[in-house]
């Protein structure tokens, strides 16, 4: 019992950090690696289920883990997310803005409505989340701010223009997001990733293999041999990029985008 007790008072770092999208893939990956790394954590998604689920695995780590359902598009509840994250722990040092959707469609399929609700969900859902979060770490006089951007916004794939697009924009908002909040020490980063082995993953070249009128394995075979290491990645490759970020050791770097991609792209 002791020994349980001194391993849990080691590892805890009394700094918490707020994760939208955590319900699979990278998002709860990004939230068992920095529960591992000590934080106490507000673990957010759109799905009740499986961000009890999440929850719950955090919690088995020894940290304190907050669920929340609420949609980040939402003003009101993004603020009630953050104002309960406060209350429960007295402090925000990191938001990590991770949720997101990628759909897949032809440009001829595109209707103006569906490029207006993609970037909503992955760039004003950032405005929201930041503006909500940034006053708290602005009194605290330090945070950061790390959000999802993609190798999508660097190398372009024809079925997914609007996905594309959303992560370019990010990668400049991320930008000048790090220069507002420079006189306020915090940073914001962004990380960009290459192919991951998901489920989502799999949802994806399955679509864009149909489209193409080609096999999935054929797809995967050649997105395969694009990657200079020859593999995908696992989102722990992520979220060990975000545990740095999030880290003290990553105080002096801000507006930075970085690739995590196998070498797929190189800049």
């Known amino acids: 019992m002791f020994s349980a007790f001194a391993n849990f008072m080691s590892i805890h770092t009394n700094k918490v950090a707020v994760i939208t999208g955590a319900g699979a893939g990278i998002g709860r990956a990004i939230a068992l690696q920095l529960a591992k790394d000590g934080f106490d954590l507000a673990v ?43 209350k429960t722990y007295g402090r925000i040092d990191v938001l990590v803005n991770n949720a997101g959707v990628c759909p897949i469609r032809g440009l001829f399929d595109i209707k103006p409505q569906d490029m207006l609700n993609t970037f909503h969900i992955n760039v004003v859902s950032m405005l ?36 594309g697009a959303t992560k370019w924009a990010i990668r ?29 993953q799999d949802s994806i070249m399955q679509k864009v293999s149909d489209m193409r009128g080609i096999t999935m394995e054929e797809y995967k075979e050649a997105a395969t041999k694009a990657i200079p290491l020859g593999r995908f990645q696992p989102a722990e490759d992520i979220a060990k990029l975000v545990s740095f970020l999030a880290s003290d050791a990553a105080d002096n770097i801000t507006g930075q985008n970085i690739l995590l991609n196998g070498g797929q792209v190189m800049c």
């Open 44 to 86: 957010n998604d759109i799905r009740s289920e499986q961000i009890q689920k999440v929850a719950q695995e955090v919690k088995e780590l020894g940290v304190r883990c907050l669920p929340v359902v609420a949609d980040v598009t939402n003003e009101e509840q993004v603020a009630k997310m953050m104002e309960d994250t406060f």
């Open 128 to 163: 929201i989340c930041v503006k909500a979060a940034a006053k708290y770490m602005m009194k605290q006089g330090k945070g950061k701010i790390i959000n999802a951007a993609s190798q999508s916004s660097y190398r372009q794939v024809e079925e997914l223009m609007e996905y």
């Open 172 to 200: 400049g908002f991320t930008r000048s997001l790090a220069l507002y909040f420079g006189k306020h020490n915090i940073t914001v980063n962004a990380y960009c990733p290459g192919t991951v082995a998901s489920e989502m």
